[in-house]
């Protein structure tokens, strides 16, 4: 079992930074595929960002793709997204989640797959 909480959220105005934490409980960590999802007000959760195992695969949706960089330091038990340019339409929590999945990290993209969810963490971009 896996406990996820994240930090680092906060308000910010368009083209700004944040850097996003997802501290994990137990020995295991390292075994686990690491993702990122937001969600808006009433919008579904979607999508952000994931990372496999080891660290050196990480796949993106197309929205962030070259603003946000996730990764994960299994020796310290947690992964962050480094959140740049940011925009009005990045609003929202932020989830960090946890699967032991063998499948590649392409198909690991939808939320129903993923077993671990933390509380989440509000981001604001102010325009």
């Known amino acids: 079992q896996v406990q996820l909480v994240e930090s680092g959220g906060g308000l910010v105005q368009t083209g700004g930074s944040l850097r996003l934490s997802c501290a994990a409980s137990?020995?295991?960590?390292?075994?686990?595929?690491m993702g990122w999802f937001r969600q808006a007000p009433g919008k579904e959760r979607e999508f952000v960002a994931v990372?496999?195992?080891?660290?050196?695969?990480?796949y993106y949706a197309n929205s962030v793709k070259g603003r946000f960089t996730i990764s994960r330091d299994n020796a310290k038990n947690t992964a962050s997204l480094q959140m740049d340019s940011l925009r009005p339409e990045d609003t929202a929590v932020y989830y960090c989640a946890a699967v032991a999945s063998p499948s590649p990290i392409v198909f690991l993209t939808t939320h129903r797959r993923y077993d671990y969810w933390g509380q989440g963490t509000q981001v604001t971009v102010s325009s």
């Open positions: 990372v496999n195992p080891s660290g050196g695969s990480t």
């Open positions: 137990g020995r295991t960590f390292s075994t686990y595929v």
